[in-house]
């Protein structure tokens, strides 16, 4: 889909379009990342890599819902020293921006992984900070504004590429996250990750996944990460990819509505296939010009208006 109303630029990124590949939904390999690329998406986010490999959570890893998917997949990655070698292949390959998701333990390990992503190639990093399901990474670091600050100016200090800032949703105020992560010097912010969240079987009458918690993605997330957005936007004028439940181009419109500069779309994906961002992107088109809007970027936080 080409039309010039889907040009966005984002945080010094230029996108055709405003449809991302959220962080966790393909693999590692270009070639999967290239699938998604034939499907019109506008940028992609790999999941997230660490300092060393992880071999994850034992199965079940993820469980169906009516309305999304609970996962605890435990942050498997094969470590960011061998995954440097995709990142070099992706960027031979893909024509839009490529941005990488990075975790730590540590101030420090954020740091490092960032450093070798960008310095491997990645357009940007996104530091996922909201990783429901694993202890003394992820949320733990999200969901406490001063260790959060310490990891985006250690990263900011080690990398010249934009950093986003992924947010949790199982916090009280995201706001006040929010705030810090941009007082630290986040370029951007991604809004939000999974809803922490379970299911339990009712034959075993145990818990469906081996680590009994996971994080809820799909259409059930929808409202709930548009109003982060909508919060998020009210206080913080830094540039957010709205992310949760996005399954059609009204989820978008609404999501730009609600004050995102961009979509994240991972569950869609998972259930439908790359189709989804062509889809969104002609209805989030079609919506543009019959409205007599000449780009997204003219209804970013329209709803705010009074
Ligand atoms: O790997 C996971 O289990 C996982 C991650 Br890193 C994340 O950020 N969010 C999520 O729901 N699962």
Redesign the pocket.
Known sequence: MNSNRLNINFASLKLKNPTVLA??ILGYSAESLESIVEGGVGAVVT??VGVTPRI??ANP?VVQTKCGLI??????NPGIDAYVQEIRHAKTVLPVPLIVSV?GFSVEEYAITAKKAAEAGADAVEL?V?????KET?SEIGQNSETLAKVVKKVKAAVQKPVFV?LSPNVTDIVEVAEAAVKAGADALTAV??VRAMAIDVETALPVLSNKR??L?GPAIKPIALRCVYDIYEKVKTPVMGCGGITSWRDAVEFFLAGASAVQIGTAVAFENAGVFEAINRGVAAYLKKKDFRSVKEIVGLSHRS
């Open positions: 962080s966790g999941k997230s994850g959570y890893t996962n605890a997949m435990g942050l498997p975790y996922n909201s990783c429901p399901h694993v992820g992924k990750n999974t996971g994080g993605s």
